[in-house]
C-alpha cells in the first residue's frame, strides 16, 4: 500500500528542473507531498485533491493524474535550499483514506 | 511558539529499559499521529488518536503503546526497549482526515538509541 516513488536518489546543478513521481497500485483520494531536511522534520509542501489538479508555490508544484494514480513534484531552477528527501503521501480510496508516505526521493542539489 | 513539540529529543537507553516520549500540539487540530522513521528513512504509521480515540493501530508490537489523555496531547510509552526499536519517532497532527486540504504537522523528532 506503501505508494512508490521514482528516483530514488537525484542530483542537480543549482537552476537546473526535476521531477518526482509518486505512483500507487490503489485509486487516490488525495496526495500529499513533504521536503525533509537532513536531521529536520518532514515539513508539508502542499496537497492534491481533485484529479488533474495542479499546484504550486515559488518554483515547486505539482500534478494529480488520479486515472493513472500518479502524482508528479516539479523543482524547477532548483536551489540550494531544495536539498533534501521529498515524500509523497497518498490516501487510498476504499481503505477508510488511510494514509501511506512514500519511498522518498532524496535530492541534492550542488553549486 | 512551537506547533507541534516531542520531549526528548533524543534518548539512549539500554535493552530491557522502558521509556516514554511526550508530544503536545497547540494548533487546535484533532487528530494525532506517531511514525517511525527508520535508517532507510521509510516513515512508518504506527498509532493514530482522533479526539483522544484510537483509529490506527498498525502491526506494532504490543510493548509500544501510546496514551491521549486529551486531544491536545499524544503520549508513546514503550517497554523492554530491544536494539531494533532505535529509530526516530515523530509525533504529527493534522485536522480529522486531512481531507480539508491540510497536511500533517510533525514535531521535531525523537532520535531513540537502544544499546
Known amino acids: 500500500q506503501q505508494p512508490v516513488q521514482s528516483p530514488q536518489a537525484v542530483i542537480l546543478r543549482e537552476g537546473e528542473d526535476a521531477v518526482i513521481n509518486c505512483s500507487s497500485s490503489?485509486?487516490?483520494?488525495?496526495v500529499h507531498w513533504y521536503r525533509q531536511k537532513h536531521g529536520e522534520a518532514p515539513v508539508f509542501l502542499m496537497i492534491?485533491?481533485?484529479?488533474?489538479e495542479q499546484k504550486g508555490h515559488d518554483k515547486i508544484s505539482a500534478s494529480f493524474n488520479e486515472k493513472k494514480q500518479q502524482s508528479s513534484l516539479y523543482l524547477t531552477a532548483s536551489q540550494l535550499s531544495y536539498s533534501g528527501t521529498y515524500f509523497c503521501g497518498t490516501e487510498a480510496r476504499g481503505t477508510g483514506n488511510q494514509f501511506y508516505f512514500g519511498t522518498g526521493t532524496s535530492l541534492t542539489v550542488i553549486p | 511558539d512551537t506547533a507541534v513539540s516531542q520531549t526528548p529529543k533524543y534518548l539512549v537507553t539500554q535493552m530491557g529499559n522502558d521509556k516514554s516520549i511526550k508530544c503536545e500540539q497547540n494548533l487546535g487540530h484533532d487528530t494525532m499521529y506517531w511514525y517511525k522513521q527508520d535508517s532507510k528513512k521509510f516513515l512508518k504509521i504506527m498509532f493514530s488518536?482522533?479526539?483522544?480515540?484510537?483509529?490506527i493501530n498498525e502491526t506494532v508490537p504490543n510493548r509500544f503503546s501510546p496514551k491521549s489523555p486529551d486531544k491536545a496531547h499524544l503520549n508513546l510509552h514503550i517497554n523492554s526497549l530491544e536494539l531494533g526499536d532505535s529509530a526516530v519517532y515523530f509525533c504529527?497532527?493534522?485536522?480529522?482526515?486531512?481531507?480539508?486540504?491540510?497536511?500533517?504537522?510533525f514535531g521535531s523528532g525523537t532520535r531513540l538509541t537502544v544499546v
Open positions: 492534491l485533491l481533485k484529479g488533474g
Open positions: 490503489k485509486a487516490l483520494y488525495s
Open positions: 488518536y482522533n479526539n483522544k480515540e484510537l483509529i
Open positions: 504529527a497532527s493534522s485536522r480529522r482526515g486531512s481531507s480539508g486540504g491540510y497536511g500533517y504537522t
